[in-house]
């Protein structure tokens, strides 16, 4: 799979697409238009060889589950935001970047932990139950959005996150 097999008319649909939730969602994609419709190519292409948006600046190992984390928008990007201006990706980038009254300087961290450690702390933290709630509250990992049902909602109503993204919160 390379990002040739990728065409511009895709890459304008997604890029129209996640602008939009992103602006009502109040986020912002980077303002250079060229740059982000190469981001979004990559996303394109993981989800082809993939089948899921794996971050196209992070390496992910082929198996969704594993790499829920990393699918965009990320689990990281809200504090990558708030800290730094930007996505690991760059991607999406903050107001105050997006309207140029801050420049983005340096490379954002990866707050990803290892693959032996991410499994480890999965294993250490089993899932806390309140047998006192009628409904199961589920919240979204990307922007912590809440809600009880019987089953997470097919999109975050915030950030347009996916279900699979939603943990059982309590």
């Known amino acids: ?17 996640l602008n939009k939730e992103a602006e009502e969602g109040g986020y ?5 238009v060229e740059f982000a419709k190469d981001l979004i190519r990559g996303i394109l292409t993981n989800e082809k060889r993939y089948g899921y948006w794996g971050c196209p600046c992070r390496l992910a190992c082929g198996r969704k589950e594993e790499d ?3 699918i965009c928008p990320c689990d990281y990007r809200d504090t990558d935001l708030s800290e ?11 107001e105050a970047v997006e309207k140029g009254e801050k420049e983005l300087t ?3 961290p990866e707050r990803r932990r290892p693959a032996k450690e991410r499994k480890k702390a999965k294993s250490e933290h089993p899932r806390k139950s309140v047998s006192s709630l009628p ?3 589920w919240r979204c990992k990307v922007c912590g959005y809440l809600c009880a049902r019987e089953e997470p ?4 109503p915030v950030c347009k996150a996916k279900k699979e993204r939603f943990e059982r919160f309590m």
Do not use: F, K
Request: glycine letters at 4%; charged letters at 20%; a negative charge.
């Open 1 to 17: 799979m390379s990002s040739t097999d990728i065409s511009a008319e895709e890459v304008d649909r997604l890029y129209e697409r």
């Open 28 to 32: 912002h994609l980077n303002p250079d």
């Open 68 to 70: 829920l984390d990393i």
């Open 84 to 94: 730094h201006g930007m996505c690991y990706c760059a991607l999406y980038v903050s």
């Open 106 to 108: 340096g490379s954002i």
């Open 135 to 137: 409904l199961p509250v």
């Open 153 to 156: 909602p097919e999109v975050c």
